[in-house]
């Protein structure tokens, strides 16, 4: 995959709000290849209507429409279905959110240090989740946990680092110096809003280290034998 390529694709679609055709005419990409990059990204009705009356041509004004239908009920869909869960799921246990991080950390955190418990993730949900999970749980406050982002240099650092600050509701005494990592030459990252780079959380203790790994151990365990 030519990253940069759909890099430029999808820039072009989300700042210049073009169509298929005019980034094929640019970049020379085949039209099977640009629907894949840009599945996620349909044209709204207010810039369709905008560029059929620019003297857009019918057969693509109709199929840009056809891809924002789609887009609208698969965004329907997922609504219903959220609903349905939240309503399963509204009710859950407590237990059930302690299981949840576990497996969390399980999954996507630091098992190796025996002082510190550290997660990086790219999702902001996933560190809030986690964040709070930490004090409902481990007894942690935010105001014990250090911060630290891994940024491209392609990105607006600053702005990340508001965008991270303000989202997971920490202090600028709180953050460890963000590391800027160098585009190699097969890596995509999206630019702009579709893109924060990856958020770490770190906390010291040892104590709460050995809590935490020895009640993933306990569950592992209690699995096992489980049925």
């Not at 749980?137 to 991270?164: P, S």
Request: net charge positive.
């Amino acid at each position: 995959m030519n990253s940069k390529l759909r890099q430029k694709a999808v820039d072009l679609r989300l700042k210049e709000e073009l169509s298929y055709s005019e980034i094929r005419r640019r970049l020379k990409v085949p039209k099977s290849t640009l629907s894949y990059w840009l599945r996620d990204f349909p044209l709204s009705e207010k810039k369709i209507l905008e560029l059929r009356r620019k003297g857009w041509l019918k057969g693509e004004a109709g199929r840009e429409k056809f891809r924002f239908a789609m887009r609208r009920k698969k965004e329907e869909k997922n609504k219903e279905a959220y609903r349905q869960q939240y309503e399963k799921l509204k009710y859950v246990s407590q237990d059930a959110f302690f299981a949840a991080g576990l497996m969390l950390y399980l999954a996507e955190g630091d098992k190796k240090a025996d002082s510190r418990i550290s997660l990086a993730n790219t999702d902001p949900e996933v560190i809030k989740f986690f964040i709070k999970w930490l004090a409902d749980f481990l007894g942690i406050v935010k105001e014990k946990i250090k911060v630290q982002l891994h940024l491209y240099e392609n990105m607006d650092i600053k702005n990340k680092e508001r965008f991270w600050r303000k989202e997971i509701g920490v202090g600028d005494s709180q953050l460890y110096k963000t590391q800027i990592r160098k585009l190699k030459k097969h890596s995509f990252t999206y630019s702009g809003s579709h893109n924060h780079g990856t958020c770490g959380i770190y906390v010291m203790g040892v104590d709460k280290k050995r809590e935490l790994m020895m009640a993933i151990k306990a569950f592992m365990d209690v699995y096992k034998n489980f049925g």
